[in-house]
């Protein structure tokens, strides 16, 4: 079964840490560029980082040098390391999959993304 599965999101004070897991299965994990997405009630999907099948990394300006996304192809996973948290922070995140894509960097390119996670709740208190 092709699939995204998301965990590791929770409740968390404003300056706490947390991590998330995106776990694929059912497809070549190593070939998929892969991406976190956020979206908060009344706003519009945010594209917060992505990673090359390479490795190479691009992150929102919003997150940058406070968030880390990584990737472990062993385990079929992509994480994304998030610190200094802050009450903005508060989200659904959700991650993505896309084979071939132009650039990471593009919010329109994950539009077209092949899979998508079910998405797991952030939430940070002030």
């Known amino acids: 079964q092709v699939q995204l599965v998301e965990s590791g999101g929770g409740l968390v004070q404003a300056g706490g840490s947390l991590r998330l897991s995106c776990t694929a299965s059912?497809?070549?994990?190593?070939?998929?560029?892969m991406a976190w997405h956020r979206q908060s009630l009344g706003k519009q999907r945010e594209l917060v980082a992505a990673?090359?099948?390479?490795?190479?990394?691009n992150y929102a300006d919003s997150v940058k040098g406070r968030f880390t996304i990584s990737r472990d192809n062993a385990k079929d996973t992509v994480y994304l390391q998030m610190s200094s948290l802050k009450p903005e922070d508060t989200a659904v995140y959700y991650c993505?999959?896309?084979?071939?894509?132009?650039?990471?960097?593009?919010?329109?390119?994950?539009?077209?993304?092949?899979?998508w996670g079910q998405g797991t709740q952030v939430t940070v208190s002030s």
């Open positions: 059912g497809i070549d994990f190593r070939i998929y560029n």
């Open positions: 990673i090359t099948s390479g490795s190479s990394t």
């Open positions: 993505a999959a896309r084979w071939k894509i132009a650039t990471i960097q593009r919010m329109c390119e994950w539009d077209e993304a092949d899979i």
